[in-house]
């Protein structure tokens, strides 16, 4: 990874204290739906937000939910600490910050599919993880949401160069010393995130039984690639389908079975994780 971008991403902004507290309370052994609701109450912009999400056509109720408290109760403790960070971080790196706004579309909903293909994955493998599996999955192409909203010169570059050469986006990134996986992993070590979605990130396309994280890092690798092969949004690398790492496919009992079948159920939800990208991409 070129050191331009080591240097770049001090300047990257912090993260905002109410996302940081809700990533905090993934640490917290003892956190409480109250806690949560405190933490969300006192941000306007997420309360509304949360608001819109659990009336969206997404969960289907039938009676108006008004309240945080509500929301809390009929979603569930770890559904809405989804929705916050889901919602904190688009509200973080607004699409109207990026050059390319519909690149960046693309990717959250990318990045949204291969959130809840982690969680299903981690629930079907019984991870110790699942309280994280959205959280990492979400924030998996870190990198690349940092390439397209601070250094958009650089990515404009990878994708003339990958155009010229007819070079696969990785091999790209490679020859331009920009790797997203490196740059998000610095970009969480500035951050502080905890180390679980640090590795998650820093490794995602070469997961290995070696790391700390590796069940988590293995769910990742292979929502990354189901997203990939159902379509759902689109991050640049498209065309490396079927790459599946084999010790990451290992973690499946059922192996390729089992990871049709999560494809099957992936596309199920297919409908349901594109009206809640709708729902919180939307202004207001
Ligand atoms: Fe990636
Ligand atoms: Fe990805």
Redesign the pocket.
């Known amino acids: 990874m070129d050191q331009r971008f080591v240097q770049g991403i001090l300047y990257v902004p912090t993260l905002p204290t109410v996302l940081t507290r809700v990533l905090n309370l993934l640490e917290e052994e003892n956190s409480s739906a109250g806690d949560l609701e405190r933490i969300i109450q006192h941000d306007q912009a997420l309360s509304s937000k949360v608001l819109s999400v659990a009336n969206s056509a997404y969960y289907g109720f039938r009676q108006q939910i008004d309240t945080v408290r509500r929301a809390v109760v009929a979603l569930g403790f770890d559904e809405i600490r989804s929705i916050c960070l889901g919602a904190g971080l688009l509200g973080f790196l607004q699409q109207n910050a990026f050059r390319d706004p519909d690149f960046a579309g693309e990717l959250w909903l990318h990045s949204l599919a291969v959130a809840e293909a982690t969680r299903i994955i981690a629930v079907r493998t019984n991870s110790d993880e699942v309280d994280r599996a959205f959280t990492a999955g979400l924030l998996?192409?870190l990198g690349?949401v940092v390439l397209a909203a601070f250094f958009p010169d650089d990515l404009e570059a990878l994708l003339s160069l990958q155009e010229q050469e007819a070079i696969a986006y990785h091999d790209a990134e490679i020859a331009l010393g920009m790797e997203?996986?490196e740059i998000g992993k610095v970009l969480a070590g500035h951050w502080e995130l905890p180390l679980v979605l640090e590795e998650a990130i820093g490794f995602?396309?070469n997961p290995s039984p070696s790391q700390t994280y590796f069940q988590l890092t293995a769910a990742v690798h292979l929502a990354?690639e189901l997203a990939h092969q159902l379509g759902i949004g689109q991050?640049g690398?498209d065309q490396h389908l079927g790459a599946c790492a084999p010790e990451a496919l290992a973690i499946l009992e059922g192996g390729k079975a089992d990871l049709d079948s999560i494809r099957d159920e992936l596309q199920a939800r297919r409908e349901g994780i594109e009206s809640l990208w709708r729902t919180l991409v939307s202004k207001g």
């Open positions: 998996h192409d690349k997203h996986w995602h396309h990354n991050a690398d």
